[in-house]
């Protein structure tokens, strides 16, 4: 298994319509049709930027490409994003996309690393 990081530019005058098409449409087709396997995702603040972060659990980096290329390449969701975008603006700035390699001293995904009280 790989985990892949997400993050991108949000912006505060569309972000409603940015949860809106992610939640209702970019998470229902990267899941049903293209493989992705969506861990956990989250909102953050990073100086004056809003973040949308999210990770990707995928079997090996041949899938993630996979996925990646269908994802981009399905007709509903070019059509999506020229609706959106016709109607709300730009709705992403800056992506990045990072690669996460556990450490050999990492607990399992999902569980806490519980140390002894000294």
């Known amino acids: 298994m790989i985990h892949q990081l997400r993050i991108y530019e949000i912006f505060e005058h569309n972000k409603a319509a ?3 098409r992610f939640r209702d449409h970019a998470a229902r087709i990267m899941r049903t049709r293209h493989g992705f396997r969506i ?10 930027r809003t973040e949308f972060v999210y990770v990707l ?12 290329a269908a ?9 999506i994003k ?6 709300h603006g730009l709705m992403v700035g800056q992506i990045e996309d990072r ?3 556990p450490v050999d001293y ?12 000294h």
């Open 18 to 20: 940015f949860h809106a």
């Open 99 to 101: 690669l996460l390699t």
């Open 82 to 87: 020229r609706v959106t975008h016709a109607e």
């Open 106 to 117: 990492s607990p399992a995904w999902g569980r806490s690393l519980l140390l002894p009280d």
């Open 57 to 68: 659990e995928w079997p090996d980096e041949a899938a993630k490409i996979a996925g990646w």
């Open 71 to 79: 994802f981009m390449a399905d007709a509903e969701w070019a059509e």
């Open 39 to 48: 861990v956990a995702m989250w909102e953050t603040r990073f100086g004056e």
